[in-house]
C-alpha cells in the first residue's frame, strides 16, 4: 500500500501496519539507521514521512524474489 500524498505524515500504528513490523523491530531498525527516521511534530509526539516509508518499503526484497 502506497500512500499517494509526498507531504503525508504517518503515526507509529499507520506505520506499524504498512510495514509489517511489531514495535519493537521497527525501533531496532531505527537504532541501526537502517530505517526513515521520525520527525518531531509536537512536544512529545513524532510521525513519519510517508514518502520515505514508501521507498523503504519499496526498497525491501519481495517474498516472490528468490
Given amino acids: 500500500m502506497l500512500i ?4 503525508s505524515l504517518l503515526r507509529l500504528p499507520d506505520v506499524i501496519a504498512q510495514v ?4 519493537s523491530s521497527l525501533y531496532r531498525l531505527l537504532a541501526t ?8 511534530i509536537g ?3 513524532v510521525a513519519w514521512r ?8 519499496a ?8
Avoid at 539507521?33 to 518531531?40: H, I, L, R
Fill in 4 to 7: 499517494s500524498s509526498r507531504h
Fill in 20 to 23: 509489517g513490523l511489531s514495535r
Fill in 33 to 40: 539507521g537502517d530505517f526513515p527516521a521520525p520527525v518531531k
Fill in 43 to 45: 512536544i512529545r509526539s
Fill in 50 to 57: 510517508a514518502f520515505e516509508v514508501d521507498e523503504w518499503v
Fill in 59 to 66: 526498497s525491501r526484497p519481495s517474498r516472490t524474489e528468490g
